[in-house]
């Protein structure tokens, strides 16, 4: 799993500025107080281009750091905001209360910390979809027209033909829609307005087992194990140990010589 931290504008920064004890802090001139804020309404006001981006470079700063302290929250991490803003009020004052070491074995344990919880979050997810997919196959499998394969999986004849059957060596035509148990749509052909062609071999296991199963302008359920999908992957769309419920319907075959729906 990728740090979240070891590269993150929060531990850069804070680095940064530590390491800036070292050197010297020019006494900082009293700028007008026309030319930082109005004193009525308080609004900045900004006399040159430079003006402008050392004011983007902390509104920036700060939506990133913002984001950089909110995150951790998510999963039982909770940053104290104020004291975040006491560290960099003491860096830049140039008397910061933590050494450059210590400051970055906080962040490496932060970061590991992090990570930690983000695994075990991902490992308790995973468990849980695992048994889910199992529960819903085997409901599944009790509905009536269901056949089980050797592999485990499951499907459906929901529209019956006597067309040609595909090998894993062809090329195939087909409409699609592909669901998480619960319902949720990931993938759907008919809603992208065409169908999908693809060799058989190039796709998940439960798909080029499966369609070779189908007849030319027939239409299956498939109800596929995540092992016969995508296994432990965890995708934005497809949580890891997910069982897929695709509805696909055969179209056509290419294997030098296209049979297609007549």
């Not at 995973?126 to 048994?131: E, I, L």
């Not at 695709?246 to 056509?252: D, I, P, Q, R």
Request: net charge negative; glycine share 6%; aromatic share 6%.
């Amino acid at each position: 799993m990728k740090s979240i931290f070891k590269v993150s504008l929060l531990a850069a920064t804070v680095m940064l500025a530590v390491g800036c004890q070292k050197e010297e802090a020019p006494k900082a001139e009293t700028a007008p107080a026309e030319q930082v804020q109005a004193e009525a309404g308080k609004t900045v006001h900004f006399k040159t281009e430079d003006d402008k981006a050392a004011y983007a470079i902390g509104v920036s700063f700060a939506n990133y750091l913002s984001t950089s302290i909110d995150k951790p929250s998510e999963i039982g991490i909770d940053l104290n905001k104020e004291l975040v803003l006491k560290g960099i009020e003491h860096v830049f004052a140039g008397n910061p209360e933590m050494s450059e070491e210590d400051t970055r074995a906080a962040l490496e344990s932060l970061d590991k910390r992090v990570s930690e919880k983000m695994q075990a979050q991902a490992a308790e997810k995973s468990a849980a979809a695992k048994k889910a997919g199992d529960d819903f196959r085997a409901n599944f499998e009790k509905q009536e027209g269901v056949t089980k394969t050797e592999s485990g999986l499951l499907y459906q004849v929901m529209s019956k033909a006597e067309g040609e059957s595909p090998k894993d060596t062809d090329t195939v035509e087909v409409h699609y829609k592909g669901t998480l148990i619960d319902g949720t749509q990931f993938d759907s052909s008919y809603d992208r307005g065409q169908p999908a062609t693809f060799p058989l071999n190039r796709v998940i296991p439960g798909w080029t087992e499966g369609v070779q199963l189908m007849q030319v302008g027939s239409k299956y359920k498939f109800v596929i194990p995540s092992e016969l999908a995508y296994g432990a992957q965890d995708t934005p769309t497809i949580p890891a140990n997910s069982t897929l419920v695709f509805e696909v319907e055969l179209l056509s075959i290419d294997n030098g010589t296209k049979t297609a729906v007549q």
